[in-house]
């Protein structure tokens, strides 16, 4: 069992730390209950917490989207840098 937890911990050779990543946590606001749990204003008759969360279904799979494109492009330029032998560690 050490040696399958050892080796998946060496395919994984580093961390995934961008900016773009802070996107995901947008979509958790809507967890926060109490910022979101007021009558007024409505959008066409529903009050601002059903509307608002309704809001955030949209909101949360454009962050997503942003966050899987901007990773995509990181991957693709590292691979590139390694395949024209640029020498780039991975």
């Given at each position: ?10 395919a ?59 990773a ?19």
């Open positions: 069992m050490s040696q399958q937890r050892g080796s998946t911990t060496g994984r050779s580093g961390t995934d730390r961008s900016p773009w990543n802070l996107l995901l946590l947008v979509p958790l606001l809507m967890l926060v209950t109490p910022l979101w749990n007021h009558d007024e204003p409505r959008l066409f008759g529903l009050p601002m917490f059903y509307w608002s969360q309704f809001l955030f279904v949209p909101l949360g799979v454009v962050c997503v989207g942003l966050v899987v494109r901007a995509n492009r990181r991957e693709r330029a590292v691979t590139e840098s390694t395949t024209d032998g640029g020498g780039g560690k991975r």
